[in-house]
């Protein structure tokens, strides 16, 4: 057992912020009290330090590019075929890149990670813990979402060779994908318990399926407020569940955006924000836009984009947010609970909350401050970084 004492608490939860003690057990938060009994435990004291839930980035793609390796370590995008939702992001993921320490020692301890956008379709992600012996045993949960892409990198990526060329075919295509599942889900009912009228065995659409069944979100690239609403035609059309991820220029149809996420309960998703305006659709990126979606009364997530943006920096472009404008509490929700509520793992990581899991960054000043050091991190009750 492990108890941090004296800390700051940043809950994350109705309870907000005040001095106390986690008492950490099997892996979970057992008990958040003051003058908590320490008996029989290890004792970390974290008096005039931050203690806060373990930071979540809502979309990454660290262990699919390695760092440092170029091509040898690039395995995010199988840009063979538009359509590739059999492809499972545990298969391509490795968890010895040098990446996964550098994100646990800095206070980030879950990654949504996946393909990336070459693909109309790309494959599913994962939610995994940054921190373990191995990709089986760090997987929080498995598929979280499922990957697909509109704008210009499945146009970059086939449109000198094949479709889609236009944004025409990017949204037909996908269209396509859901339509045919349907197809193939009406074929096995109607098949019922008769092998031989059971369709032959399609691993695309077959794992399509919780996405047409609203078991499983889409998690939409876009970046335009055009393909950003086209993301919504669609998804409303498929009655599917979804996230806007990057939603670059949302913060310009602010409106558009409240009504559909009281309509469909779609998640928001934003950034890279640290970052370059390196092709034409992130000429409006802008780090006033947390601020903007705040205003509007819109909850969203902040990412990385790992490796665009470092995964370890993610804490770094929420304190930027807060320089133009955004509440600092906002700002902290949008790196925990909220990352962890839009991606559907707040049931176990995101707050301080007893019975969740032991996911804990401490800082040495408050975890806004880039001049602040993650001094201890806790993933599922192992200290996984120590200062």
Known sequence: MLVIKNARLLTMTENGSFVGDIRID????????????????????????????????????????????????SDGNEATNPVTPEMRSIDGINPFDRCFKEAV??????????????????????????????????????PVAMKAAFGENPKRVYGDKATPATRMAIAAILRKALAGALDYAKKIENAKDDPSKMPERDLGKEALLPVIRRELPLKIHCH?????LTAIRIAKEFNVRFTLDHCTEGYLIPDL??????????????????????????????FSAPKALYDAGIDFAMMTDHPVIPEQYLPVCAALAVREGLPEDAALRSITINAARIT????????????????????????????????????????????
């Open 26 to 73: 099997g892996g979970k938060i057992a008990e958040i009290a003051q003058n908590v009994d320490t008996a029989g435990c290890d004792v970390f004291d974290a008096e005039g330090m931050y203690a806060m839930p373990g930071i979540i980035d809502a979309h990454s793609h660290i262990g699919m590019w390695e760092d440092g390796m170029g091509r040898e370590g």
């Open 105 to 142: 020692a800095c206070g980030v301890t879950t990654a949504v990670t996946g393909p990336g956008s070459a693909n109309v379709v790309g494959g599913t992600f994962v939610a995994m813990k940054l921190y373990g012996r191995s990709m089986d045993e760090m997987i929080l949960k498995f």
């Open 224 to 228: 335009r407020a055009d393909d950003i």
């Open 344 to 387: 559907g793992i707040d049931d176990r990581v995101g707050s301080l909350e007893v019975g969740k899991d032991a996911d804990i960054a401490v800082f040495s000043g408050h975890p806004l401050d880039f001049r602040s050091r993650c001094v201890l991190c806790t993933v599922d009750g192992q200290v996984a970084h120590r200062e």
């Open 257 to 286: 955006l409240k009504e559909t996420i009281e309509e469909t309960g779609a998640g928001i998703i934003i950034g890279p924000l640290l970052t370059d305006r390196s092709k034409i659709e992130l000429r409006n990126v802008s």
